[in-house]
């Protein structure tokens, strides 16, 4: 077992080394193959890991001691269990399809940068693997770190672009910020506890050993690292320029890896949560904040990744939702089937783009139901899904995030399906610009229009059939279910709030939101389907098109604060003070030296009274040294 | 006699020397100057030892204690007067370069 846990991680490392150092060397299909078929070996040992998970319990295996001193020892472990075994999955199957997909989307590239994209892409994995088997905070850090480099790279893959480069640099730096709180997280616990272990962190023990600040102060620093990393208010802004990346880049650090990291962190930390009701507050606050930012944002934007990409941030914003109300397998729920409909949604949206030669505009699109069956169909699909329509995915776990949202304050629960109305809304607004009414684009890009290659096709269907059934793991009691997911996950979530709801409630509150959906998704329908969105007119659409003007606030507030500073340090500090500290001890040395010159006259009578002088001091100072030594005394005080 | 007669005595010498060799221009004086302080430093050597030797009578007969620095003595005079030769040997090379034993005319050395 210790082997096969070891090859999970292994598999994409290999891969990555083979395809960075053999850039120059092998053929696109031998690369293309090699990156694909090592997640997919490490999709399969996932699989084994899973099923003796589900046999025996969490498997925890010890390596190497990666920290080992008098005070403190953190042991190199990976640990399977409920939760991160259902991760793995994850990552390494929708990592397979999205690698799969990339072989044809890429294949305009050059064989190196072929590789160093598959290169890329497997460390990418990896990192993300090695987040999630970690069986402690430093581990995870290392995964965590992984990520946030994979990200820059792959941000800027085409690294000639400086918009592109800068968008790369924007997520890096966003993320190093919430790394910050997350690595004071780690400080902080191995002070008081003098272990970062889940085996022992993660215990009533520990939990007793620390007072309510502590936990407080922990699960707010752990909570500013999810929010850089999964993208939450205020550090959510470099998601929508990760668009930058190539489009299964996009995919897969929307739906597999990167911005799950912090969910999964948060239920792994949850009985810290569950006992600090601050941090459970602040995490919903700026959970369903973030919902509605994003889902706004959305509705104006004209470009199709930049559409999804503030519906992934919404997104997450359920999912913190979810968590900030103690209903972390809803979270971990929800992670799972936006994984499979947004990696759809963008690879989708990926080979819309491809046919129309990387035209991402959507009103330059329309009409493409006819060209582009099977996008269309899947497309479809993964729409209604995250619109919360039963019977397909997203509906179960959005629904369950909502019904423990009204649990606990039902002006979560309203704000939520107010968001989901939203969601509905701009999802379909989406597709009806994209795939209903008139062709509004070029005649040469009418002319080349054509449906993607299967190995494109291929994981867009598996997909869509995943998104569409994805939910049956969820069914929750009320609709005939027995809620598989959150059964496999008890084991991990020790204090889940059971939902005091009646059924009829729960039918209540389930009808509204589909409702609503409904009708949202309809009035999206009716009003796009003929013609795209023209300019913004009004001063809020205008306002919703600069998305809330948010980056140029954070330009004024902060970068150029930060420049003004920078460049007064340079030109003032660095010119003045630190330039004439080092001027001036040459000048020092150098005015020193020409007085001292001068006591070599070459007279001897001088040399010898010089000589006499100093026998005569040295004699003062051998038999007076404990008077100079009072003297000096007195004078310090 | 009391040793503070030798310690005065051997000061006076000694700081006879020292304005000699600070206020004299002719190397020969200097240098007897510098014999005068040397001697000097003697004299207090064999007076002190002879003090510290009668002390030693009184509480043992036929000690040799502190006789040591009187032969002590012999030795620095015999290394003094091989310093003498050196060192005048050194003044008559001066007098045939420059025709004159002023210490001020040594300061070619400066450059």
Known sequence: MKIIIGFIVLWPLVGFLLNGLGRNIWSKKTIATQATGYIFASFVFSLIAFWNVQEQGAIVVHYFDFINTSTIKIPFDFRVDALSSLFLLVITGVGTLIHLYSSAYMHEESAPHYARYFAYLNLFIFSMLLLVLGDNYVIMFIGWEGVGLCSYLLIGYWFTNTTYNNAAKKAFIMNRIGDLGFLLAIFWLIVKLGTVSYGEVLTAESLAKLSSTDITAITLLLFVGAMGKSAQIPLYTWLPDAMAGPTPVSALIHAATMVTAGIYMITRTNIFYTHSEIAQTVVAIIGISTALLAATIAIKQNDIKKVLAYSTVSQLGYMFLGLGVGAYSGAVFHVITHAFFKALLFLAAGSVIHAMHHEQDIRKMGGLKSKLPITHLTFLIGCIAIAGVPPFSGFFSKDEILAAAYAKNPIYWFLGVVGAAMTAFYMFRLYATTFLGQFRGTEAQASHLHESPISMTLPLIILAVLSAVGGAMGVPEILGGHHWLSHHLSSIIGAEHALHLSHTTEWILMGTSVAIALVALLIAIGKYSKQADGEPQTALGKFLYNKWLVDELYENAIVQPLNRLAGFLKDVVEKNVIDGVVNGTGKLVQYGARQTRLMQSGQVGYYILFMVLSIVLLFLIWFNDLAITRFLHNLIQ | ?111
């Open chain 2, 1 to 111: 006699m009391s040793i503070q007669y030798y310690i005065i005595l051997c000061l006076t010498l000694f700081s006879i020397g020292v304005v000699g060799v600070l206020t004299r221009r002719n190397a020969i004086i200097v240098f007897m100057c510098i014999e005068l302080m040397l001697n000097a430093v003697n004299l207090l050597l064999v007076a002190f030892s002879k003090m510290y030797h009668g002390a030693a009578l009184q509480s043992a007969a036929n000690t040799t204690a502190g006789i040591d620095a009187q032969i002590f003595v012999f030795f620095i005079m015999v290394v003094a007067a091989a310093e003498v030769s050196v060192g005048l040997a050194i003044i008559v090379m001066m007098y045939r370069n420059t025709h004159s034993v002023d210490i001020n005319f040594l300061n070619r050395l400066k450059n």
